[in-house]
Nanobody
Framework: VQLQASGGGLVQPGGSLRLSCAVSGIAFSAYFMRWHRQAPGKQRELVATITAGGARIYLDSVKGRFTISRDNAKNTIYLQMNSLKPEDTAVYYC???????????WGQGTQVTVSS
């Protein structure tokens, strides 16, 4: 199983980034897909979830700014991040979770830095 996250980088406050996570080795369409992040000195937090059925759930602080999506044909999820703030700076991780079987897989993380 592989989850390959990409798209991170340095962006100014108010800017945008689009993260991608390419997944292989699992029945992708059956999995909940999630983006988590971990800032220096802080605990990892769940940022966004997209269910197998396409429902979306967001951390309150990113609602209206971030959009999670999935392309089951490409086995890929995305996180469109707009109006970025310095407090969004973190390593972002993608995660695949099978709700019934409890399988859980993680990607390697991609760094997002929001700074002027």
């Amino acid at each position: 199983v592989q989850l390959q996250a990409s798209g991170g980088g340095l962006v100014q406050p108010g800017g945008s980034l689009r993260l991608s996570c390419a997944v292989s080795g699992i029945a992708f369409s059956a999995y909940f897909m999630r983006w988590h992040r971990q800032a220096p000195g802080k605990q990892r937090e769940l940022v966004a979830t997209i269910t197998a059925g396409g429902a979306r759930i967001y951390l309150d602080s990113v609602k209206g700014r971030f959009t999670i999506s999935r392309d089951n044909a490409k086995n890929t999820i995305y996180l469109q991040m707009n109006s970025l703030k310095p407090e969004d700076t973190a390593v972002y991780y993608c995660n695949a979770h099978h709700l019934v079987r409890g399988y859980d897989y993680w990607g390697q993380g991609t760094q997002v830095t929001v700074s002027s």
